[in-house]
């Protein structure tokens, strides 16, 4: 069994991924090729913004967005402590400070109250000093396993402080917030084509979604270099975070299915919702949501009597593979070291971190591969 099987996906269209790819090789612009655009085009509509850019990665999405909105040192950015490195990545990057605030214990996303609970008191825990409220520039919330993260309250909040919003969609492409799908909650939406995400390409890429024209503008520059009227006019200090045509290609023939895998794995989900709600606690999704189940994750229930540890090598004796998002949060990597926050500051996405492992999700996986895992996790 794969933990996730790309191939059962390519098997269906494999035809259509190399007649793509055939008409690429044909007119040879690799660079910004026609295909670029087309996708831009159709991604655009399907999440209901004004404006795509295609880029390089989703981490060069989130950096590019706080590059749009002129981050650098002095400013902090408010996120999440449980997720992956490139949420909080960018903004050092930049000579800005992440500053983390705790998830909640039913989504693991980001908790806008305690958001609140920190811009009321803003404290930056290496030098136990208030911040300079003109500093908080923004926050990056992150839809973490596919879920979209509380983005009503979110907003709210962020009018209220005068910070701007970027959605890190990178797992939750396809998902839904109150009717409205992800990338088009906050002011800027990126997501991510890495080949394990729900919409995956064949090597790096992704796209940032917007309203603002001002700042597709900035961010069409920002992914050329900096580029002005032309190519050799440098208004601005970018980077080379373009989209390959090729790996457009490969998307657009990928994103034909991709409604229809949002659908099947709701249902891949359900099935699994069903059977573990006992003995396991699930990430909860409530009611006005729909999630892209980027990764099906539980934490044992410890009246069980079984660790995580148990589960996994219940599991891997009958070579079923699982995974851990995230083993370790990131006020306590060692990247983060100078921030100086301790061990016990955000008590739930430490929980999370020591206690959630992730089952073989995929939108093909079968019923009886399910069956398996299930009837393995049930068993005393
Ligand atoms: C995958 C991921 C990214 C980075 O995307 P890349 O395309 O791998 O650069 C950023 N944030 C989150 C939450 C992710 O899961």
């Known amino acids: 069994m794969k933990f996730i099987d790309l191939e059962a996906q390519q098997k269906l269209i494999r035809g259509r991924i190399e007649g793509n790819i055939k008409k690429v090789l044909d007119h040879g612009k690799y660079i910004l090729g026609p295909e ?17 850019v295609g880029c390089s990665s989703g981490t060069d999405a989130l950096l590019m967005s706080l590059m749009s909105y002129g981050v650098g040192a002095g400013d902090y950015i408010i996120t ?38 920190f811009l009321k008191n803003p404290l930056d825990p290496a030098t136990g000093k208030c911040i300079n409220p003109g500093s908080i520039r923004g926050i990056i919330a992150v839809d973490i396993f596919g879920l979209p ?16 919003v970027i959605e890190d969609a990178a797992q939750s492409f396809g998902a839904e917030y ?39 503008q900035k961010l069409k520059s920002i992914s050329v270099h900096g580029k002005g009227g032309h ?23 990928k994103f034909d299915l991709f409604p229809k895998e949002i659908d099947l794995r709701q249902e891949v989900a359900a099935r699994y919702n069903d059977a573990l709600g006992d003995k396991f606690y699930l990430q909860v999704v409530s009611d006005d949501c729909i999630s892209a189940w980027a990764q099906y994750s539980v934490r044992p229930k410890g009246k069980y009597g ?12 009958s070579n079923i593979p699982t995974a851990i998002y995230y083993p370790k949060s990131l006020h306590l990597q060692g990247a983060f070291q100078s921030l100086s926050y301790n061990e016990y ?7 999370c971190t020591g206690s959630i492992f992730s089952l073989p999700f995929y939108p093909y996986i079968k019923k009886n591969e399910q069956e398996e895992i299930i009837s393995l996790l049930l068993k005393n």
Do not use: H, W
């Not at 960018?90 to 989504?107: H, R």
């Not at 993260?149 to 701007?164: C, G, P, Q, V, W």
């Open 36 to 52: 670029v655009r087309e996708l831009e085009e159709k991604l655009a509509d399907y999440v209901g913004a004004k404006f795509a």
């Open 178 to 216: 109150k009717m409205k799908k992800v990338c088009s909650l906050a002011d800027v939406g990126c997501t991510s084509f890495f080949p394990a995400k729900p919409l995956g390409c064949y090597g790096d890429g992704g796209m940032i979604f917007t309203d603002d024209e001002q700042v597709a």
């Open 149 to 164: 993260a509380d983005y009503e309250s979110i907003n709210r909040i962020a009018e209220k402080y005068n910070l701007f």
């Open 306 to 317: 079984k660790t995580r540890d148990d589960y996994i090598k219940l599991l891997g004796d």
């Open 80 to 117: 999440t402590p449980f997720t992956f490195i490139a949420t909080a990545e960018v903004v050092s990057l930049l000579g800005a400070k992440p500053v983390f605030v705790d998830i909640d214990k039913n989504t693991y996303n980001i908790d806008p109250g305690k958001i609140e609970g």
């Open 345 to 351: 500051d955000f008590p739930f996405s430490k929980e």
């Open 231 to 253: 190519k050799y006019e440098n208004v601005r200090i970018g980077l080379n975070g373009r989209l390959d045509t090729i790996q457009a290609a490969v998307l657009l023939a």
